[in-house]
Protein backbone atom coordinates (compact mmCIF):
# COMPACT_ATOMS: atom_id res chain seq x y z
CA UNK A 1 0.00 0.00 0.00
CA UNK A 2 0.95 3.45 -0.11
CA UNK A 3 3.21 5.22 2.65
CA UNK A 4 2.06 8.29 4.01
CA UNK A 5 4.38 10.58 2.42
CA UNK A 6 2.93 9.39 -1.09
CA UNK A 7 -0.25 11.47 -0.22
CA UNK A 8 0.48 14.03 2.59
CA UNK A 9 1.11 16.82 -0.20
CA UNK A 10 -1.92 15.85 -2.31
CA UNK A 11 -4.45 18.01 -1.66
CA UNK A 12 -5.91 19.34 -4.81
CA UNK A 13 -8.69 18.07 -6.66
CA UNK A 14 -7.92 18.33 -10.76
CA UNK A 15 -10.71 17.83 -13.47
CA UNK A 16 -11.39 17.79 -16.94
CA UNK A 17 -14.27 17.66 -18.57
CA UNK A 18 -16.93 19.79 -20.82
CA UNK A 19 -17.70 23.56 -20.05
CA UNK A 20 -20.72 22.89 -17.18
CA UNK A 21 -18.97 19.53 -15.69
CA UNK A 22 -15.79 22.53 -14.74
CA UNK A 23 -18.40 25.32 -14.00
CA UNK A 24 -19.90 22.88 -11.47
CA UNK A 25 -17.02 21.66 -9.73
CA UNK A 26 -15.18 25.15 -9.69
CA UNK A 27 -18.31 26.39 -7.78
CA UNK A 28 -17.54 23.81 -5.18
CA UNK A 29 -14.61 25.58 -4.08
CA UNK A 30 -11.40 23.04 -5.56
CA UNK A 31 -10.37 25.28 -8.67
CA UNK A 32 -6.63 26.39 -7.70
CA UNK A 33 -4.33 28.60 -10.11
CA UNK A 34 -0.63 29.02 -8.63
CA UNK A 35 0.87 32.26 -9.23
CA UNK A 36 3.82 33.32 -10.39
CA UNK A 37 5.30 33.30 -13.98
CA UNK A 38 4.47 29.64 -15.18
CA UNK A 39 1.02 29.89 -13.28
CA UNK A 40 -0.34 26.07 -13.30
CA UNK A 41 -4.32 25.02 -13.23
CA UNK A 42 -5.80 22.36 -11.92
CA UNK A 43 -8.38 21.87 -14.80
CA UNK A 44 -9.14 21.52 -18.45
CA UNK A 45 -12.46 22.01 -20.03
CA UNK A 46 -12.42 20.08 -23.34
CA UNK A 47 -14.99 21.14 -25.95
CA UNK A 48 -15.55 19.93 -29.63
CA UNK A 49 -12.71 21.92 -31.08
CA UNK A 50 -10.02 20.51 -28.53
CA UNK A 51 -7.04 18.34 -29.36
CA UNK A 52 -7.33 14.94 -28.58
CA UNK A 53 -3.23 15.61 -27.64
CA UNK A 54 -4.70 18.92 -25.15
CA UNK A 55 -6.61 16.05 -23.29
CA UNK A 56 -3.47 13.44 -23.50
CA UNK A 57 -1.07 16.40 -22.17
CA UNK A 58 -3.10 17.52 -19.16
CA UNK A 59 -4.02 14.29 -17.99
CA UNK A 60 0.02 13.35 -18.00
CA UNK A 61 0.24 16.65 -16.33
CA UNK A 62 -2.21 16.25 -13.34
CA UNK A 63 -1.47 12.93 -13.26
CA UNK A 64 2.51 13.60 -12.56
CA UNK A 65 1.80 16.22 -10.17
CA UNK A 66 2.85 15.86 -6.11
CA UNK A 67 0.15 18.27 -5.09
CA UNK A 68 -3.23 15.97 -6.92
CA UNK A 69 -5.38 13.66 -4.97
CA UNK A 70 -7.93 13.16 -6.95
CA UNK A 71 -8.26 13.96 -11.34
CA UNK A 72 -11.50 13.18 -12.07
CA UNK A 73 -12.21 12.86 -16.09
CA UNK A 74 -15.93 13.35 -17.75
CA UNK A 75 -16.04 9.66 -18.56
CA UNK A 76 -16.80 10.70 -22.82
CA UNK A 77 -13.73 12.22 -22.24
CA UNK A 78 -11.88 9.48 -21.07
CA UNK A 79 -12.60 7.40 -24.07
CA UNK A 80 -10.57 9.75 -26.02
CA UNK A 81 -7.46 8.45 -24.47
CA UNK A 82 -9.34 5.69 -23.30
CA UNK A 83 -5.39 3.39 -23.43
CA UNK A 84 -4.40 6.37 -21.35
CA UNK A 85 -6.68 6.30 -18.78
CA UNK A 86 -6.61 2.32 -19.10
CA UNK A 87 -3.06 1.81 -18.50
CA UNK A 88 -2.77 4.65 -15.71
CA UNK A 89 -2.27 2.32 -12.70
CA UNK A 90 -0.51 4.62 -9.96
CA UNK A 91 -2.04 4.70 -6.60
CA UNK A 92 -2.02 8.16 -6.64
CA UNK A 93 -3.61 10.48 -7.56
CA UNK A 94 -6.65 8.54 -8.11
CA UNK A 95 -8.45 9.03 -11.20
CA UNK A 96 -12.28 8.79 -11.39
CA UNK A 97 -14.68 8.99 -14.36
CA UNK A 98 -17.76 11.15 -13.78
CA UNK A 99 -20.85 12.04 -16.19
CA UNK A 100 -21.10 14.48 -17.76
CA UNK A 101 -24.32 17.07 -19.19
CA UNK A 102 -25.24 15.12 -22.96
CA UNK A 103 -23.45 12.02 -21.40
CA UNK A 104 -25.02 9.70 -18.75
CA UNK A 105 -22.94 7.72 -16.51
CA UNK A 106 -22.22 4.07 -18.08
CA UNK A 107 -21.55 1.13 -15.58
CA UNK A 108 -19.94 -0.90 -18.74
CA UNK A 109 -17.29 1.68 -19.56
CA UNK A 110 -16.69 1.70 -15.45
CA UNK A 111 -12.91 0.30 -14.35
CA UNK A 112 -13.93 -0.30 -11.44
CA UNK A 113 -16.68 -2.83 -12.20
CA UNK A 114 -14.59 -4.12 -15.05
CA UNK A 115 -12.34 -5.03 -12.29
CA UNK A 116 -15.20 -6.77 -10.40
CA UNK A 117 -15.94 -8.59 -13.51
CA UNK A 118 -12.26 -9.82 -13.40
CA UNK A 119 -12.74 -11.06 -10.07
CA UNK A 120 -15.56 -13.03 -10.42
CA UNK A 121 -13.93 -14.18 -13.47
CA UNK A 122 -16.18 -13.19 -16.30
CA UNK B 1 -11.06 -22.67 6.96
CA UNK B 2 -9.48 -20.85 4.03
CA UNK B 3 -12.82 -21.50 2.09
CA UNK B 4 -14.25 -19.21 5.12
CA UNK B 5 -11.82 -16.31 5.21
CA UNK B 6 -12.29 -16.40 1.68
CA UNK B 7 -16.32 -16.21 1.84
CA UNK B 8 -16.10 -13.20 4.26
CA UNK B 9 -13.79 -11.20 2.30
CA UNK B 10 -16.17 -12.12 -0.88
CA UNK B 11 -18.84 -10.66 1.68
CA UNK B 12 -17.11 -7.92 2.54
CA UNK B 13 -16.46 -6.93 -1.06
CA UNK B 14 -20.08 -7.49 -1.97
CA UNK B 15 -20.91 -5.00 0.67
CA UNK B 16 -18.28 -2.18 -0.84
CA UNK B 17 -19.84 -2.81 -4.43
CA UNK B 18 -22.97 -1.92 -3.21
CA UNK B 19 -21.88 1.26 -1.29
CA UNK B 20 -20.21 1.76 -4.43
CA UNK B 21 -23.52 1.65 -6.94
CA UNK B 22 -25.61 3.24 -4.26
CA UNK B 23 -22.46 6.39 -4.25
CA UNK B 24 -22.50 6.21 -8.28
CA UNK B 25 -26.12 6.86 -8.57
CA UNK B 26 -26.19 9.77 -6.08
CA UNK B 27 -23.11 11.40 -7.84
CA UNK B 28 -25.18 11.13 -10.89
CA UNK B 29 -28.45 12.69 -9.36
CA UNK B 30 -26.20 15.61 -7.54
CA UNK B 31 -24.21 16.38 -10.88
CA UNK B 32 -27.69 16.46 -12.98
CA UNK B 33 -29.01 18.60 -10.93
CA UNK B 34 -25.80 21.13 -11.32
CA UNK B 35 -26.38 20.65 -15.20
CA UNK B 36 -29.84 21.59 -14.76
CA UNK B 37 -29.29 24.55 -12.80
CA UNK B 38 -26.48 25.81 -14.93
CA UNK B 39 -28.95 25.45 -17.60
CA UNK B 40 -31.22 26.92 -15.76
CA UNK B 41 -29.29 30.03 -15.37
CA UNK B 42 -27.88 30.12 -18.86
CA UNK B 43 -31.64 30.51 -19.93
CA UNK B 44 -32.70 33.13 -17.54
CA UNK B 45 -29.34 35.18 -17.81
CA UNK B 46 -29.51 38.95 -19.22
CA UNK B 47 -27.99 39.59 -21.99
CA UNK B 48 -27.43 36.24 -23.20
CA UNK B 49 -24.94 35.55 -20.32
CA UNK B 50 -23.49 32.27 -19.95
CA UNK B 51 -21.90 30.79 -16.77
CA UNK B 52 -19.15 29.17 -18.28
CA UNK B 53 -15.15 29.58 -18.51
CA UNK B 54 -15.22 33.12 -19.68
CA UNK B 55 -15.65 34.45 -16.14
CA UNK B 56 -13.68 32.03 -14.55
CA UNK B 57 -11.05 34.44 -12.19
CA UNK B 58 -7.80 33.99 -13.15
CA UNK B 59 -5.98 34.15 -9.27
CA UNK B 60 -8.74 31.49 -7.82
CA UNK B 61 -7.90 29.71 -5.27
CA UNK B 62 -8.71 26.65 -3.96
CA UNK B 63 -11.70 26.38 -0.94
CA UNK B 64 -11.78 23.04 -0.46
CA UNK B 65 -9.19 20.96 -0.07
CA UNK B 66 -8.12 16.70 0.10
CA UNK B 67 -7.12 15.31 3.73
CA UNK B 68 -5.82 11.57 3.06
CA UNK B 69 -4.93 10.12 5.89
CA UNK B 70 -4.23 6.09 6.48
CA UNK B 71 -6.52 3.98 7.63
CA UNK B 72 -6.96 0.19 8.08
CA UNK B 73 -4.37 -1.90 6.24
CA UNK B 74 -2.59 1.38 5.26
CA UNK B 75 -5.79 1.83 2.97
CA UNK B 76 -6.12 5.55 2.42
CA UNK B 77 -9.38 7.47 3.24
CA UNK B 78 -10.09 10.28 1.54
CA UNK B 79 -12.07 13.74 2.99
CA UNK B 80 -12.57 17.12 2.03
CA UNK B 81 -11.66 20.00 4.44
CA UNK B 82 -13.54 23.33 3.86
CA UNK B 83 -11.07 26.22 4.62
CA UNK B 84 -11.52 29.12 5.76
CA UNK B 85 -9.01 31.08 4.21
CA UNK B 86 -7.98 29.51 0.69
CA UNK B 87 -4.79 27.73 -0.19
CA UNK B 88 -1.73 30.19 -0.33
CA UNK B 89 0.67 30.31 -3.43
CA UNK B 90 3.61 27.86 -1.36
CA UNK B 91 0.90 25.50 -0.65
CA UNK B 92 0.38 26.13 3.17
CA UNK B 93 -2.94 26.71 4.63
CA UNK B 94 -4.31 29.12 7.22
CA UNK B 95 -7.33 28.66 9.77
CA UNK B 96 -7.77 25.45 8.57
CA UNK B 97 -11.29 24.31 9.68
CA UNK B 98 -13.60 20.82 8.51
CA UNK B 99 -17.24 21.94 8.14
CA UNK B 100 -19.87 19.83 7.83
CA UNK B 101 -22.38 22.07 6.33
CA UNK B 102 -22.27 22.90 2.81
CA UNK B 103 -22.89 26.38 3.67
CA UNK B 104 -19.55 27.92 4.78
CA UNK B 105 -21.25 30.82 6.84
CA UNK B 106 -23.72 28.82 8.39
CA UNK B 107 -21.78 26.08 9.56
CA UNK B 108 -19.44 29.28 11.14
CA UNK B 109 -22.17 31.05 13.54
CA UNK B 110 -23.56 27.29 14.46
CA UNK B 111 -19.83 26.55 15.64
CA UNK B 112 -18.96 29.75 17.40
CA UNK B 113 -22.78 29.10 19.10
CA UNK B 114 -21.94 25.45 19.93
CA UNK B 115 -18.16 26.86 21.57
CA UNK B 116 -20.51 28.94 23.75
CA UNK B 117 -22.59 26.78 24.39
CA UNK B 118 -19.82 23.90 25.93
CA UNK B 119 -17.98 27.17 27.22
CA UNK B 120 -20.37 28.64 29.20
CA UNK B 121 -18.08 29.62 32.10
CA UNK B 122 -15.22 30.86 29.88
CA UNK B 123 -15.74 34.53 29.97
CA UNK B 124 -14.08 37.09 27.89
CA UNK B 125 -13.18 40.44 28.61
CA UNK B 126 -15.53 42.51 26.38
CA UNK B 127 -12.16 43.39 24.29
CA UNK B 128 -11.49 39.94 23.26
CA UNK B 129 -15.11 39.71 22.71
CA UNK B 130 -14.25 42.52 20.13
CA UNK B 131 -11.25 41.44 19.08
CA UNK B 132 -12.98 37.60 17.89
CA UNK B 133 -16.06 39.56 16.48
CA UNK B 134 -13.58 41.46 13.85
CA UNK B 135 -11.46 38.26 13.46
CA UNK B 136 -14.54 36.77 12.15
CA UNK B 137 -16.02 39.67 10.20
CA UNK B 138 -12.62 39.31 8.37
CA UNK B 139 -13.36 35.59 7.84
CA UNK B 140 -16.55 36.34 6.36
CA UNK B 141 -15.44 38.98 4.57
CA UNK B 142 -12.50 36.74 3.10
CA UNK B 143 -15.19 33.89 2.36
CA UNK B 144 -17.44 35.93 0.29
CA UNK B 145 -14.92 37.65 -1.67
CA UNK B 146 -13.56 34.25 -2.31
CA UNK B 147 -16.89 32.75 -3.54
CA UNK B 148 -16.57 31.30 -6.56
CA UNK B 149 -20.05 32.68 -7.39
CA UNK B 150 -18.88 36.43 -7.42
CA UNK B 151 -16.93 35.08 -10.60
CA UNK B 152 -20.32 35.85 -12.02
CA UNK B 153 -21.47 39.01 -10.63
CA UNK B 154 -22.42 40.31 -7.32
CA UNK B 155 -26.07 39.10 -7.59
CA UNK B 156 -25.90 35.22 -9.12
CA UNK B 157 -29.15 33.83 -10.01
CA UNK B 158 -30.92 31.30 -7.35
CA UNK B 159 -30.31 28.23 -10.06
CA UNK B 160 -26.23 28.69 -10.05
CA UNK B 161 -26.46 29.47 -5.80
CA UNK B 162 -28.48 25.87 -5.56
CA UNK B 163 -25.92 24.11 -8.61
CA UNK B 164 -22.96 25.07 -6.17
CA UNK B 165 -25.13 23.70 -3.08
CA UNK B 166 -25.48 20.18 -5.06
CA UNK B 167 -21.77 20.56 -6.47
CA UNK B 168 -20.86 21.47 -2.94
CA UNK B 169 -22.65 17.86 -1.94
CA UNK B 170 -21.37 16.33 -4.20
CA UNK B 171 -17.14 17.10 -3.73
CA UNK B 172 -17.49 17.10 -0.22
CA UNK B 173 -19.74 13.48 0.83
CA UNK B 174 -19.60 11.75 -2.17
CA UNK B 175 -16.27 12.51 -4.24
CA UNK B 176 -14.09 11.19 -1.45
CA UNK B 177 -16.25 8.77 -0.02
CA UNK B 178 -16.33 7.01 -4.08
CA UNK B 179 -12.83 7.08 -3.95
CA UNK B 180 -12.39 5.83 -0.62
CA UNK B 181 -14.32 2.70 -1.24
CA UNK B 182 -12.08 1.93 -4.57
CA UNK B 183 -9.21 2.08 -2.32
CA UNK B 184 -10.60 -0.37 -0.14
CA UNK B 185 -12.11 -2.73 -3.13
CA UNK B 186 -8.50 -2.89 -4.42
CA UNK B 187 -7.12 -3.96 -1.12
CA UNK B 188 -9.92 -6.47 -0.80
CA UNK B 189 -8.99 -7.57 -4.11
CA UNK B 190 -5.86 -8.27 -3.19
CA UNK B 191 -6.58 -10.34 -0.13
CA UNK B 192 -9.01 -12.56 -2.41
CA UNK B 193 -6.31 -13.53 -4.95
CA UNK B 194 -3.85 -14.09 -2.17
CA UNK B 195 -6.44 -16.59 -0.40
CA UNK B 196 -7.42 -17.86 -3.26
CA UNK B 197 -3.99 -18.92 -4.17
CA UNK B 198 -3.06 -20.14 -0.78
CA UNK B 199 -6.74 -22.46 -1.03
CA UNK B 200 -5.34 -23.62 -4.68
CA UNK B 201 -1.50 -24.43 -3.12
CA UNK B 202 -3.66 -27.10 -0.17
CA UNK B 203 -5.49 -28.32 -2.32
CA UNK B 204 -2.72 -29.22 -4.98
CA UNK B 205 -0.51 -30.11 -1.72
CA UNK B 206 -3.28 -32.49 -0.54
CA UNK B 207 -4.00 -33.91 -4.13
CA UNK B 208 -0.12 -34.51 -4.44
CA UNK B 209 -0.22 -36.38 -0.94
CA UNK B 210 -2.74 -38.47 -2.02
CA UNK B 211 -1.54 -39.71 -4.75
CA UNK B 212 2.01 -40.22 -2.44
CA UNK B 213 -0.23 -42.17 -0.22
CA UNK B 214 -1.47 -44.20 -2.89
CA UNK B 215 1.39 -45.48 -4.90
CA UNK B 216 2.81 -46.38 -1.06
CA UNK B 217 0.26 -48.25 -1.32
CA UNK B 218 0.45 -50.08 -4.36
CA UNK B 219 4.27 -50.85 -3.97
CA UNK B 220 3.56 -51.86 -0.75
CA UNK B 221 1.26 -54.32 -2.48
Given at each position: MASNADFKDRQFLAVIGDEDSVTGLLLAGIGHITAGADAQKNFLVVDNKTETAAIESAFESFTER???GIVLINQHVADRIRHRVDTYTAAFPTVLEIPSKDHPYDPEKDSVLRRVRRLFGE | MEQQHIDSLLERYLNLIDEYSRLREELSKLQAGVFQNIARANFT???????????????MRALRVLDITPGEDDVPIFNIKSLNSPVDDEGRKEDEKREDSSDGDKADTTATQENSEVNPEDEQSPEDQGEDKEKEEKIKTKKATNNPLRWFGILAPAPLRTAQTLSIQAVEQVIPRLISVNAEMEHVEIEIRRARKKRAKAAAAAVAEKEAAGMEAVEAR
Open positions: KDI | GERGMRYGQNHYDER
